[in-house]
């Protein structure tokens, strides 16, 4: 164990609404016990209307920092004083710190993407000239914003509802493009990567019922959805000889840069803390 720190131990919390099935706490409390570092990490429940006001008394409450989750990502980006070019480019903040008392936001979804697929699919971008994501909310916004920084040539994005899909194609400009969520049969020979940002195939939620016919083995194929780890999606792909990369990675990388404002380290995403978490999914979640 490492020497008491002078003054209160930091205490940092994910905030969200509801919160009480977040791995957040487990992640960091993992990381503060394996580093020997003093301090804590908890969950606080807040309703959108009292979320500005808590936000902007965070200090006051004896917090260093927060994780934001939904559905206050949006409000955190317009409470903070100061963004990151990250979270300005998205207008979503899902970490919160602050410096010499200014409040300060980033969104760590962008490099927890990027970092899960540089760890579990190295090379996946070299030469990456096609991408396609599934969905068009707030997660395939990161999504779409972590592929383009990585120069993957052009991304098309397929939603349920066209409309959303064409806005998010307008908002990145002209490396991005709105398809038909029925194009994807054609549009699979052709891609290197595909990614399902919609909550289907999440356990509780409807299937992603789409056929892998055409897939080029090769092929990098992710899921947002990590409940159940490995979802059909995955499993029909990794069958076709892709490379698959499962959801959890992202959870757990996007978390690393928050732990480090707060806590003063920047943490591993080990082998060790992903069992950990699998074992929780499992047990909330039992095949
Ligand atoms: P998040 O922030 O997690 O991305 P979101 O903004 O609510 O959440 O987006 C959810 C995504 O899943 C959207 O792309 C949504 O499609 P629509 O824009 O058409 O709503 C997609 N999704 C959710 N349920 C779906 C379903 N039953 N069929 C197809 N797409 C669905």
Not at 23 to 38: D, F, Q, V, Y
Not at 170 to 197: C, I, P, T
Not at 216 to 245: C, F, H, M, Q, S
Not at 266 to 287: C, F, G, M, N, W
């Amino acid at each position: 164990m490492s020497e008491a720190a002078p003054g209160p131990a930091p205490r940092a919390c994910i905030v969200g609404w509801p919160v009480k099935h977040s791995r957040s706490p487990l992640i960091h409390g993992h990381w503060l016990e394996t580093l020997g570092l003093a301090g804590s990490y908890g969950r606080e429940e807040v309703s959108p209307e009292a979320f500005p006001s808590f936000l902007k008394t965070l200090q006051a409450r004896g917090y260093v920092g927060c994780n934001v989750t939904v559905p206050h990502k949006e409000a955190a980006y317009r409470t903070v004083e100061v963004a990151t070019d990250r979270a300005r480019a998205l207008e979503v903040v899902n970490t919160v710190w602050f410096e010499n008392g200014v409040l300060h936001g980033d969104n760590t979804d962008i490099v927890g993407f990027v970092s899960s697929l540089d760890a579990d699919a190295p090379g996946w971008a070299d030469g990456a000239g096609h991408a396609l994501v599934l969905g068009a909310g707030g997660a395939a916004r990161a999504i779409v914003a972590g592929l383009l920084d990585r120069q993957v040539g052009l991304v098309t994005v397929l939603n349920r509802t066209r409309d959303r899909a064409e806005t998010l194609a307008r908002f990145f400009g002209k490396r991005v493009q709105a398809a038909r969520w029925e194009d994807l049969s054609q549009l699979l020979h052709s891609a290197d990567l595909l990614v399902n940002a919609t909550s289907l195939g999440m356990t509780g939620q409807p299937a992603l019922d789409v056929s892998l016919e055409g897939l080029r083995p090769g092929a990098v194929v992710t899921d947002a959805v990590y409940v159940p780890l490995e979802t059909p999606l995955l499993r029909e792909a990794r069958a076709r000889g892709a490379r698959t990369v499962d959801g959890l990675g992202m959870l757990l990388h996007q978390a690393a840069s928050g732990f480090e404002h707060w806590f003063g380290r920047l943490p591993e995403v080990t082998p060790e803390l992903r069992a950990l978490v699998v074992a929780d999914i499992q047990k909330s979640h039992p095949a």
